[in-house]
């Protein structure tokens, strides 16, 4: 039921009142629920490789199969992902400090999680019936970085210290 609501709210950001409500929110159901985008993400790779009649797939049982695609490729896709988020919550930070905005690294990293919500979904119900590029990265980072901006805007303005 929590990864539902956190699906609705993660839908509606930038708003304020879904920020705040995303921020109280957990740090491991934030992981728990980039890991299931992420294998939401993967479904369309996986599927076409099952179906394909030249990839690894049809050499290899179901099993190993699934063990193989998930060292080779949901793996690397994690790690590229929270690295990616771990970047832009960095670069968020400085941004951060040269508007005077009260806003952490952790909290900036659980809301850039959750921005990540409908460009996944887009990614995976396109990647069903198109072979997507890379402009959709870009697209993808683009989206992020504006809705991060808007979100950083949204907390107050740091008190100056006599």
């Known amino acids: 039921m929590v990864l539902l609501q956190t699906f609705i709210k993660s839908l509606k950001l930038p708003n304020k009142q879904a ?7 957990g740090m491991d159901i934030t992981v728990v629920y980039l890991f299931i985008l992420l294998l939401l993400v ?6 076409n490789q099952l179906t394909s009649s030249d990839s690894a797939g049809t050499v290899m049982s ?3 199969f699934l063990i193989y695609f998930f060292i080779f490729s949901y793996l690397p896709l994690t790690i590229a992902v929270f690295i990616y988020i771990s970047l832009l919550s960095y670069a968020g930070t400085g941004i951060a400090k040269l508007l005077r905005r009260k806003i952490r690294f952790s909290i900036l990293w659980k809301l850039n999680a959750y921005t990540t919500t409908i460009p996944f979904i ?3 119900i396109i990647a ?3 072979s997507i590029t890379d402009a959709f990265l870009v697209l993808f980072i683009l989206y992020s970085f504006i809705f991060m901006f808007k979100m950083i805007t949204v907390y107050p303005k740091r008190k100056k210290r006599p």
């Open 122 to 124: 887009l990614y995976s």
């Open 62 to 64: 179901l099993p190993f």
């Open 19 to 25: 920020m705040f409500k995303l921020n109280r929110i």
């Open 128 to 130: 069903f019936f198109f």
């Open 42 to 47: 993967s479904a369309p790779s996986l599927v």
